[in-house]
């Protein structure tokens, strides 16, 4: 059996900056991916029209400066293809391959307490003992196939968009497409002038914002290069880490004409999270300042979508407290004649069948399904594996709730490290990422010197107390009841996921608030870890 000191599980951006500093630390590495190659939520989220939506300059590592300043991107946002692209080229740069396996799916990892290592075990048979166990599989990675009759029975083509094919060609066929998250909002604009007929079959109308893309000018990108040091810095210090200005402005303390004024011109200008961050500063905590953000949103949709009908199912009637969805031209697309939109609210989908989906108005006759219905959010992704810690396993643990501490340890999981695990803050990932990798490296590295210091041969433990991951988890349901996050039904809570308990999934107080926290246990000789032999 191999043995190392550190097994790294994901390929994406958590796990690549985690190898990073493991192997610079200088322990021996090794990092599996079941994909066959590097990207993580990326490599398998290549649906047309798949494209982050966090500004170019922020959605990167800032670790490599020289990298950061040099690494082109033509538009103010990455599409999957430039995402894998930008991980490739790190991976190469940083000789990181070698220590990298793909098509390997983690099945099982055990602790053993009489040894005080980790055993993985392989869909390919194999097996590891490591020192340290980090996970990095992804928040959104676990697909959600609703449980719709008959699915089985459909005779046409089937596709999620978080495991899209290679190949497939849509040109004349009638496509449905249930789900309208960003995922589903993404694809219907992307396939629209593509297919013969498409449908867009839709639970939760959406507020969305137009994402103001285009191409990066010399100039602009100049501007940005010079002033890095102070994005990032911003960056970190903001709620949402998107490099938007954040205001602090309370939506009620101007004038109607003057909300409008700031409204329409985030709206012009473009990106979502600018929209819901730079507008005011309560438009997620106030909901009187919501409903004017909700208003402005709904007019804008009236007057775009000609046919009254389509206007009407999609203009949504809930608050403006869901992840912000940001497109270009979305509600337009809803202006071409062979685009529709079923409001499952009003018609039900009641089985599909071998020709299509049919709701309680009529049959859809189909060609295509396109399941954009997301993922089991934040915890999914370790259902499908058996993970045993000292005493019980992680699904006995999180029996009742899921639970963390700080989004990164599991109290009873000694030297297993999560990055972006649940209960992580809910912002743009790369910061929030580089704050959590950054943070288990000195944990490991704390461990590391110690066991140097003592000149022990065992090895040191490093483990949460379970004081602290209840502390974190009620800190994490409090923040939930502070936000209008709330009223939504959303994957924020797994609220998306029939016969999941809805709970808070995500640390929602900002990445400020959450660096600070990490800041605060790093000051305090790493308060709620202990580290033991
Ligand atoms: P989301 O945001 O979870 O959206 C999933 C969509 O699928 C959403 O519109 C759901 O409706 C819909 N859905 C889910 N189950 C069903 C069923 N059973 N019937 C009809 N419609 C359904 O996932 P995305 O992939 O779009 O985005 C995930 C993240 O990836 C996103 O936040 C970005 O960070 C990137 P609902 O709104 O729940 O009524």
Redesign the pocket.
Same mark, same amino acid.
């Given at each position: 059996m191999q043995s190392i000191d550190a097994l790294v599980v994901g390929a994406g951006f958590a796990g690549i900056y985690q190898l990073y500093k493991l192997q610079e630390i200088g322990l021996s590495v090794k990092l599996i991916d079941k994909a066959s190659d590097v990207g993580g939520?990326w490599y398998w =989220?290549r649906y047309p029209g798949a494209n982050s939506?966090s500004l170019s300059e922020v959605y990167r590592y800032s670790w490599d400066k020289e990298d950061l300043l040099t690494y082109p991107w033509p538009k103010h946002y990455v599409s999957q293809k430039e995402i894998l692209d930008y991980l490739k080229h790190v991976v190469k740069r940083h000789d990181l391959r070698k220590y990298m396996q793909f098509s390997t799916e983690l099945e099982s990892a055990s602790f053993d307490s009489d040894s005080s290592l980790w055993t993985a075990r392989f869909s390919s048979g194999e097996t590891i003992q490591s020192r340290y166990l980090i996970t990095a599989l992804g928040?959104?990675s676990k697909i =959600?196939y609703?449980?719709?009759p008959g699915i089985e029975k459909f005779a046409g083509e089937k596709y999620h968009?978080?495991n899209w094919p290679e190949n497939y060609d849509f040109k004349g066929k009638r496509v449905g497409v249930?789900? @309208?998250? @960003?995922?589903?909002?993404?694809i219907t604009i992307a396939i629209a002038d593509e297919v013969k007929q498409l449908v867009s079959?839709?639970?939760?109308p959406?507020y969305v914002v137009p994402n103001g893309d285009g191409p990066v000018s010399a100039e602009f990108r100049d501007n940005i290069n010079k002033n890095y040091d102070e994005i990032w810095n911003g960056v970190r210090n903001s709620w949402a880490a998107h490099n938007v200005k954040e205001s602090t402005v309370p939506a009620m303390s101007v004038s109607a004409e003057e909300r409008e004024r700031v409204f329409e011109s985030l709206w012009e200008q473009g990106n979502g999270f600018r929209f819901m961050f730079s507008a005011f500063s309560d438009i997620l905590t106030s909901e009187e300042a919501n409903e004017e953000a909700c208003k402005f949103i709904r007019k804008k949709i009236s007057q775009i979508v000609e046919d009254p009908v389509k206007a009407r199912k999609l203009s949504p009637d809930g608050y403006y407290a869901?992840?912000p969805?940001t497109a270009p031209d979305y509600y337009e697309t809803f202006n071409k004649k062979h685009v529709d939109i079923v409001d499952?609210r009003e018609t039900p989908?009641t089985e599909i069948t071998e020709q299509g989906i049919r709701t309680n108005e009529k049959l859809h006759e189909l060609d295509v399904i396109i399941?954009?219905?997301?993922?089991e959010?934040a915890d999914g992704n370790y259902t499908t594996l058996t993970i045993n810690g000292r005493q019980q396993s992680l699904k006995e643990h999180w029996a009742e709730r899921t639970t963390s501490y700080l989004g990164v340890s599991e109290a009873g999981f000694p030297n297993m490290f999560l990055v972006v695990g649940p209960l992580s803050p809910f912002n743009n990932f790369p910061p929030t990422i580089e704050a959590q990798v950054e943070f288990i490296s000195g944990l490991i590295l704390k461990a590391e010197s110690k066991r140097k210091e003592d000149a022990s041969d065992k090895l040191v433990l490093v483990e949460a107390t379970q004081q602290a991951e209840n502390d974190y988890v009620e800190a994490c349901r409090v923040l939930g009841t502070k936000n209008l996050f709330r009223k939504e039904? @959303?994957?924020v809570f797994g609220? =998306?996921?029939?016969g999941k308990t809805p709970q808070i999934l995500f640390w929602v107080g900002g990445l400020v608030h959450y660096r600070k926290a990490l800041q605060d246990v790093v000051d305090n000789d790493y308060r709620g870890f202990t580290l033991s032999y």
């Open positions: 939520t =989220n939506d928040t959104y =959600n609703p449980a719709i968009t978080g249930i789900g @309208s998250g @960003s995922t589903g909002v993404q079959f839709q639970r939760t959406q869901r992840r969805i499952l989908i399941f954009a219905t997301g993922f959010v039904k @959303s994957y609220a =998306n996921v029939e």
